[in-house]
């Protein structure tokens, strides 16, 4: 496969570029009898949507998706699920101003040199607005999670730049903008991004995921670990730069009698592990957080080189999130939804038979 | 493909438990005509052995490895070339004390509710045993980027417990027992280790690896990004929990303008992207990180639950790493020495034609 | 992957039912460069398309090819190719004398014995109609085969039913609604047609396919042997039955001395190894055959079974190809790009620096 | 994946050259729980083992298979299974008649343009000597698909030079030395044999292979269909040039009344399509046959081409099989196994809760 799928038996593969007629991508091995509807795809669509506050990019997608096989009379057929969202806003703008030079921080320059030519309107491939397609496959996974396992998946910020927001009340979460889990950070927040925004500058920021109702076993050793999955599909998001799993790099000043999450008959007594003993689930909630880099797309200039090799001054125009990383929490979900889905089909397929006959240990106490 | 093997080009497929006869792999898809020889892979290997020093566990191995296959008068050929690595340990050890219970923070609950069974001698298939065929594809993989591209893949400790590493001598890095960089923090983290021991206690570990005489191009976006691939290769290695990439987490707090990295004809002007742009390698190091947690395996007592679920105290005997992070290091090297192997050879399948006559942008100024 | 994409570097993923919305199919991994256009894959699919003559079916389908991303500025990028074709002829036929009940020879049973339910119109998922894509995807394949290697592939009928067809010249193939390389023959054919359709019955066809400037060293020994992929490829066609390479099984009755194609200076002697020896191609032109059964959709009344298990009688109205083999051959010639094409890059990835001094044997003396 | 794994879910991944030290393999994905041993390999080993008969090389090799991971205590444990067999018969032969030339109709040339070096002592990978791990590994697929599904494979020999096996009588296969299902054949055979290797030649086979106790439902449309995973397996044995599924080649004559299999509650009426309808098993037997050349290593001299691309002359002295296609029967049953294994796996992954409600036809009336 050549690096535009994602998944195993659950396979998600990716087309389409910022401003071309349209993005799309075909879902493989989705469990046949599943009810399947276009509204079912679209909740997370719209929380992944720009537009829909001043705290966000103002790029207008109407991103309505279509389903275009897969589906038969309401219900998945087994058989491979295209979706398409057209591009809508691909206003004829100007890009004479970008298309011989390399934006810094972008990947102009690595895809030019790569492949030798690039589709520089509006980043083409590399371009977030390939995530879309993520949040849209995403949904198909958590609905099959959430129907057929119980398992939900819920993702929120923690870190704006300076702003760490340690309370996290998930009834929070969707009342505000910013995907933040503390009513009474969302002042403090708003404040901070007018202030960004003013001075033309962007910052990075933290989500956490959180996917409850696990069933233990999956994860598949030694190399495609539960973990290095789950780690290989966030840091594949636009942005990302760190992925954890529960502890994360806290673990590294912890001990080891405070790490080893001790059990009982009644549960485990912690949960630094985050849900993963030795790659494989252990049926506690799985915890992982994602760091995202501020966005380089700024109206401050910057130094760089055109295609020339000369050095040029480039100062991005228009509409751009100054946080990329607050819209990113449905596709964090997304993502994670994705590799459950692949890993709960992988561990069905070989475990079927297995009776262990061993009681399961709770989440927690 | 089934969890035990890792790469699309160049395939490394790993087997073997703890306490089994032999542990091997098969490396599949090595170009032909590499000289190679046991002696090559040795090095490696005899750098994350254990017994080295009083830091690390007394198990002592030989760790001689065969080449079963895949090399014919000095050169590789081509065919898949098969590793073999006999335990030469493997005393009759008494396992009555484990085999029923589970390990707290150990892969004993996981595989025995995943599979049904589990091999308890010294861990099975969940050791860290297995990491030595990681070394030794490595080693291959390691020989082919330096040979022929001129790739060079170096590891170190950066932080042990609260003990941070900031300065970095890479001469100092294997004059010491930690891979500590830096020599006049040497002594400090004897005396932490030995009190460690002393308590019987364990702790966490960080490290940096970086990677240097990059070429641009490397990385398959969008799933199949370089990042993301480096991220699912570090955080499979046993008792990873984080992985950064550049910036890393740090980025979260930082604003674009700083975190960009502004480029110039004489060459880059920073490195927080950690070399990689839009999931292509930028021609700068590859700069990335991992969290390793403290070991489980103490002889202070910890809370577990046995086969029936009833509630036990579990006591780890013998031989121990206190920092099992510290011999990960030439592990991490491996690893990202077989994440740049296989997108080598995936960037040469598609993209030998490409003339971009973009002039490259040296690492840095 | 979940059965829907083929190849490992140059990958198809393919969707769409007969009577869905739409079909299409992403291609992934097409090199950088290529100059590409719509118009480029039209010509196949005309070539495939029914009602072109009255000896295939008279769905009218206008097959109108889009490329949704992938090429920008008239040359492929690099990044994935999706290409779609809205399905035109999508008449709402009464489907209630089929949907209940199992034509015999088709998928009916199957597919609703796999997945719990089936898309009954036209065949859903199972209908030919989805060898519109392959011949799409395998046009971008044979451009980039024809303009950067050249390689040439082309396909003939070489037998229907009863009446074999020996004499090849290629300039005819093109010129008879057969693709029958002897003009002589294509009175017989006509009349055999005409005969067949008056009785309501049908007829199995054979195709060869020959691929032309092929360089030495394409195929992956052991499993992915390029004789093997040809075979998976080919017999991955609705309707085929048989895969044959080079003499194949006519070579259960010959001796070594007359099989073994013995080499001079000047050339092979004789290809009855069909261009391929131990896998890897040798340079001579690659041969396949493959056999394609008779369609089972057919207006005189066969026996079969329905949903509840009850006996009934099945009779197919309307449009069908009495030969569905005649058409299929720019499906055979596309599978056979794809898999040459997948294999090139497979060998370029290893292979790059391999300089064997031995000088090439000519294709033929 | 690099050419030498074959299967996605139940995996094999094969090494070894004829004259190395060891070949072997590692299976990976077999279910947990399965009683395993060596013992469970070593019948189909010796079936295929050479020198059981006159008739047959006469390399003596032990062939005792080694299981060195993935089994504890009796039963498999989900982890890699690696099978190891040391070649003992590594006679220090004298190679430097064939190592400067390239022997007509094997491999040494295109192994040589390939990868510029090879290993030509007993033709190194490209000798038949791997398939003894395709039956050890297959064994544990016919194991299980014997004991947790009630599968059976059973392979013979149907045609061996001129003369042709109608009648299968299955007793009788295990009889004699040419897996031949017919008593009355084996003294026709026997001369036939005697004479070929009195006059220095060889000559081609035809084996058919029949699945039975195969569940409807296993086949991935539209690339992995099930006949399209046999005829990719069964074409990478080696020496092999054809493949058909049920009426294979005879299709081509056959009209559409006579080769749809008509169906009724009391069963299907025929079995043309060989149990597979659509790319998935219909429940009948599955029918497959292979076409495998004479072998190319003869006393009698042929005209070939040397390193400096000179001609020479190549007489292969020594043991050799005179018809290599006996020997494969076991190798055929093997590779369905494997197939079969790994479709009964991916169906598991995904049609767990199918519940069509549709009664099975019984195979046949």
Redesign the interface.
């Known amino acids: 496969?050549?690096?535009?799928?994602?998944g195993?038996?659950?396979?998600v593969?990716?087309?389409?570029?910022s401003h071309?007629?349209?993005?799309?991508c075909?879902v493989?091995?989705?469990?046949?009898?599943l009810a399947l509807s276009e509204a079912d795809l679209q909740d997370d669509l719209d929380r992944r949507k720009p537009g829909t506050s001043r705290h966000t990019t103002q790029r207008r997608e109407a991103d309505r998706v279509?389903i275009?096989?897969?589906v038969?009379?309401g219900?998945t057929?087994?058989?491979?699920?295209?979706l398409?969202i057209h591009n809508t806003d691909q206003r004829s703008k100007d890009y004479s101003k970008i298309m011989d030079r390399?934006r810094?921080?972008?990947?102009d320059?690595?895809?030019?040199?790569?492949?030798?030519?690039?589709?520089y309107r509006g980043g083409?491939?590399?371009s977030a607005r390939?995530t879309a397609m993520r949040v849209a496959a995403g949904s198909i996974a958590k609905k099959y999670l959430r129907e057929?396992c119980g398992i939900t998946i819920r993702a929120c910020l923690s870190?704006?730049?300076?702003i760490r927001i340690d309370k996290r009340d998930w009834d929070q979460v969707e009342q505000n903008p910013f995907f933040c889990p503390d009513a009474d950070k969302v002042a403090e927040l708003e404040n901070y991004m007018d202030a960004l925004r003013k001075e033309g500058?962007?910052?990075?920021?933290?989500i956490d995921v959180v996917a409850s109702g696990i069933p233990?076993?999956l994860?598949?050793?030694?190399?495609?670990?539960l973990?290095?999955?789950?780690?290989?599909?966030?840091?594949?998001i636009n942005a990302?730069?760190?992925?954890?799993?529960?502890?994360?790099?806290?673990?590294?000043?912890?001990?080891?009698?405070?790490?080893?999450?001790?059990?009982?008959?009644e549960g485990f007594?912690s949960n630094?592990?985050?849900g993963?003993?030795?790659?494989?689930?252990?049926?506690q909630d799985i915890l992982a957080s994602v760091?995202?880099?501020?966005?380089?797309?700024?109206r401050?200039p910057?130094?760089?080189?055109n295609?020339?090799?000369?050095?040029v001054e480039v100062v991005t125009e228009g509409r751009h999130d100054p946080c990329v990383?607050i819209r990113a929490t449905p596709i964090v979900e997304a993502m994670l939804a994705l590799v459950l889905m692949d890993h709960l089909?992988?561990?069905?397929?070989?475990?079927?038979?297995?009776?262990?006959?061993?009681?399961?240990?709770p989440a927690s106490v």
């Open positions: 496969m050549s690096g535009n799928s994602y195993k038996l659950f396979t593969t990716s087309f389409g570029e071309g007629p349209a993005i799309g075909i493989d091995g989705c469990p046949p009898g279509e275009l096989s897969g038969f009379e219900r057929t087994g058989t491979p699920i295209a398409l390399f810094p921080g972008h990947a320059y690595t895809y030019t040199k790569k492949y030798g030519l690039r589709d083409g491939r590399s390939e057929q870190q704006l730049g300076p500058n962007s910052v990075g920021a933290r233990v076993g994860g598949e050793p030694i190399f495609d670990r973990d290095a999955d789950i780690a290989h599909a966030l840091m594949s990302a730069k760190g992925v954890e799993i529960g502890a994360g790099f806290d673990c590294v000043a912890q001990k080891g009698t405070e790490h080893r999450d001790e059990m009982t008959p007594l630094h592990a985050g993963i003993l030795g790659g494989i689930s252990s049926g760091a995202f880099k501020p966005t380089s797309s700024l401050l910057g130094r760089s080189v295609l020339a090799g000369e050095p990383g089909l992988r561990h069905r397929a070989q475990n079927l038979d297995v009776q262990s006959g061993t009681p399961d240990i």
